[in-house]
């Protein structure tokens, strides 16, 4: 059985547990001020620290955010390497901050093969602040849902294939172990900026039962108003998970 919010909270209809936001827009925003791009990269990494603090406020337990995709490497290599920097930088100053209140940082997606700094950055912070009860932060770097996905279905696939699995022992609790945010409570609702109504290859099975939110205000412009906003509408959305 698919694990759902109201498994939780079975008498909390409306409480949003876990939120997931695709921030795009920020070469957008750069580029309606005739700015360069990294430039809205820049203002949409304060964006995050904002939105952090607002989640954080909100009461809501989990916050995961798509800051590098698997595809981004398609992108100018001097558009990657300021990314990287900046997230570097980002986790040196910003969340350094944010694990002192209580935060705590995770980070899903194939981050293992980033430059070498950001690796050992990665594994401290995420060592730094494991016993932090606070808003559990997932950062996705270098993540694609279709290539987990393959992953984790070729691990099952080699398992019965050398005798140790049964066809019938597979099921979609065991399965979704096998993804990213299996630690986290299932994600209520997911936020696009930007006005782009896609997916874009981010979480598919684990937003199986999400609500959508799509704003068409660009990331680095993202309040903390905009966010109460999203958390007001998901209250008003009646959740039925296929039942009636
Ligand atoms: C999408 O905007 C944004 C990204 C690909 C990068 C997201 C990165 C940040 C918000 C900054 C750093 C993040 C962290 C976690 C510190 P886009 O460049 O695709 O915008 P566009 O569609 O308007 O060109």
Redesign the pocket.
């Known amino acids: 059985m698919l694990k759902t919010s109201d498994d939780n909270k079975s008498n909390d209809q409306h409480k949003c547990q876990h939120v997931a936001i695709?921030?795009?827009?920020?070469?957008?925003?750069?580029?309606k001020r005739h700015l360069p791009?990294f430039m809205?990269?820049?203002e949409?990494?304060k964006?995050?620290?904002r939105i952090v603090i607002a989640a954080q406020k909100s009461g809501i337990a989990a916050l995961t955010?798509?800051?590098?995709?698997a595809e981004?490497w398609r992108?100018p290599a001097s558009?990657v390497s300021f990314?990287m920097e900046?997230?570097y930088?980002?986790?040196e100053r910003?969340?350094t901050e944010l694990i002192n209140e209580n935060v705590r940082l995770s980070f899903i997606g194939n981050w293992q093969v980033l430059p070498e700094k950001l690796v050992a950055k990665i594994i401290k912070i995420t060592t730094d602040s494991a016993a932090n009860s606070g808003l559990h932060l997932l950062?996705a770097?270098n993540y694609g849902a279709q290539q987990e996905i393959l992953a984790a279905a070729k691990d099952l696939a080699r398992k019965y294939q050398q005798g140790d699995l049964n066809l019938e022992d597979i099921n979609e609790d065991d399965f979704a172990k096998k993804l990213a945010l299996a630690d986290a409570p299932p994600v209520d609702l997911l936020i696009r900026t930007?006005g782009?109504i896609r997916l874009s290859n981010f979480l598919l099975w684990q937003i199986a039962y999400a609500e959508l939110y799509f704003t068409d205000v660009?990331?680095?412009d993202f309040s903390e108003d905009d966010f109460n906003v999203a958390l007001a509408q998901f209250s008003l959305r009646k959740r039925r998970y296929g039942g009636l």
Do not use: C, Q
Request: charged share 25%.
């Open positions: 695709i921030m795009d827009g920020n070469g957008r925003w750069a580029k791009r809205g990269h820049k949409g990494a964006a995050v620290k955010l798509y800051a590098f995709s981004n992108r558009e990314l900046l997230l930088k980002t986790i910003e969340f950062i770097l930007s782009e660009l990331w680095p």
